[in-house]
């Protein structure tokens, strides 16, 4: 069915209207990713200190940082915009609507295109003025790493969002902590051969895992491996997919169950 | 001209009927009263010619679009206004009724708003989050939402539910002149009675998700051997075994 962007541009003007209103809402957009990249920034600059010669974390280390913070914030740009809807109980009215669950869900991540790049032009700018991080030295790759890390973001955030309307407006709380356990298994921070053998399985299945390792390839004098950059893209596209077709199941089901007309905080069926 | 054909609706939760072969439709123009006492299916109905459930068995159409096949279509013709329903609080009145305005498509919508907000005495409030109004403001701004599309069928659960009697009055005299001047056809449920006698052209009464009577509110008491609206839907609620014919 076609989408109809009138409709999606409702949802995203909703967010607009959300923020314009409320410092609560703004200012965690750029405060937490500040506060990572000041801290991580400044960890970067000690290990430089007590480590060999020649070797510089900043692009290792706050680099990834600054990639994860902007893969969590392409999540939550989706989720708190749908808990948005949670929590006001607006799912009759919406789903009352001729609006569609495309549209809708397209609607979410417009809001989370424009949130998260906000969160990423605050990283930049405090990366590169406060600790020198030069974007430039990754080439070209950091558009498919932003790329791939993006559209994981988006299928995580679209997963969460159908496990609430699932599981009801408790289940949040399931939700924040998936970043963190897929950290692990990602490879931030050190390479995926540290990893013991099953995680290294399921790293392969993670698109930030590539990313990662696409990252420290590239700063440590090596380039990255364009066949790794299709795979990510490639389970990127299906983690979309598949996310898409899980919330829409989650919707039939909620539609066929009555969930959607008495969707409320007691909702754990 | 038929705006809405409900035949043979059936929902079942599990092994519970909560709506069970209910069939009856609307015409331009008309207001049909959907009653019943609590648990009778009326909001069940209502959820389901809302699209935000799915009938077991039966179909709905609207404005002789079948709802499952063209959603979309049917539910840009629809609008609904219910008393469980506010609309977010965290905007304010103007961003409501402009944000589920694009959702329903409304053209010169800056317009649309500015009429409903000068109808529904909303002028003051314009600017105001609806988390902050009155129960009753509320009820206005839901009234508004509902007619932003100038619906062909227009859904109203128990809509007066929080209005003092003045108010009440107002709107229902305000509901009666859109839905003759734009030809809507309502389906309205209250458990006020006189406010049914007064406002409804025809009523059903539902009754363990069955439809049990249906006529004209003004007549159907006599023909049932009682002196009033309420008196009936005592008798449907506590008695509906002596009404089946």
């Known amino acids: ?269 | 001209m038929v705006v809405l054909s409900v035949t043979g609706i059936r929902k079942l939760y599990g092994g519970t009927v909560a709506v069970d072969d209910v069939s009856f439709q609307v015409g331009r123009g008309e207001i049909v009263g959907l009653l019943g006492p609590n648990g009778a299916g009326k909001t069940t109905t209502i959820n389901m010619i809302l699209g935000v459930l799915a009938p077991t068995a039966g179909s709905i159409r609207i404005d002789s679009l079948d709802l499952e096949a063209h959603r979309r279509d049917a539910l840009a013709r629809t609008n609904f206004a219910a008393v469980y329903a506010p609309l977010p609080g965290n905007l304010t009145v103007a961003q409501n009724l402009r944000f589920f305005g694009m959702l329903y498509g409304v053209r010169h919508l800056g317009e649309r708003i500015d009429a409903l907000l000068s109808d529904f005495a909303l002028t003051g409030f314009r600017d105001t989050k609806c988390g902050v109004l009155s129960s009753g403001e509320q009820t206005r701004v839901a009234l508004a939402k509902a007619m932003l599309n100038r619906p062909r069928l227009l859904l109203l659960d128990e809509p007066t539910a929080s209005l003092d009697p003045a108010t009440a009055r107002e709107l229902r005299t305000s509901i009666r002149a859109f839905a003759v001047s734009s030809a809507t056809g309502v389906l309205w449920t209250s458990h006020n009675m006189y406010e049914v006698a007064d406002v409804c052209d025809r009523v059903l009464f539902l009754s363990r998700g069955r439809i049990l009577l249906e006529g004209n509110p003004k007549t159907l008491p006599a023909e049932h051997g009682k002196e009033t609206l309420e008196d009936l839907f005592v008798t449907v609620a506590r008695e509906p075994l002596t009404l089946q014919s």
């Open chain 1, 1 to 269: 069915m076609a989408i109809d962007p009138a409709r999606v541009g409702a949802i995203a003007l909703r967010q607009f209207y959300l923020f314009r209103g409320s410092i609560t809402r703004t200012v965690p957009l750029f405060v937490w990713v500040a506060i990572d990249i000041v801290l991580w920034g400044f960890i970067t600059r000690y290990l430089n200190t007590v480590t060999s010669a020649g070797f510089d974390f900043v692009p290792v280390l706050l680099g990834a940082v600054l990639l994860w913070d902007f893969f969590q914030r392409v999540m939550q740009g989706v989720t708190m915009a749908f808990f948005e809807d949670v929590w006001s109980r607006n799912f009759l009215n919406l789903f009352a609507s001729p609006l569609t669950i495309g549209e809708y869900v397209t609607g979410l991540v417009l809001t989370s295109v424009i949130t998260s790049a906000v969160g990423l032009v605050v990283m930049i700018v405090l990366a590169g003025v406060i600790f020198g991080l030069s974007f430039l030295s990754y080439g070209a790759a950091l558009g498919a790493f932003v790329f791939v890390l993006f559209l994981f973001g988006i299928a995580l955030g679209i997963t969460a969002c159908a496990i609430v309307l699932r599981f009801g407006p408790s289940a949040e709380w399931f939700i924040w902590p998936i970043p963190g356990i897929l950290s692990p298994f990602a490879g931030v921070f050190y390479p995926v051969a540290t990893l013991p053998r099953w995680m290294q399985a399921i790293a392969f299945l993670l698109p930030p895992s590539h990313v990662f390792e696409g990252l420290r390839a590239l700063v440590t004098g090596g380039t990255v491996a364009a066949d790794r950059l299709a795979i990510a893209l490639a389970l990127s596209i299906v983690c979309v997919l598949v996310a898409s077709w899980v919330f829409r199941r989650v919707y039939r089901r909620a539609v066929r169950t009555g969930l959607i007309a008495r969707y409320s905080a007691e909702t754990l069926s």
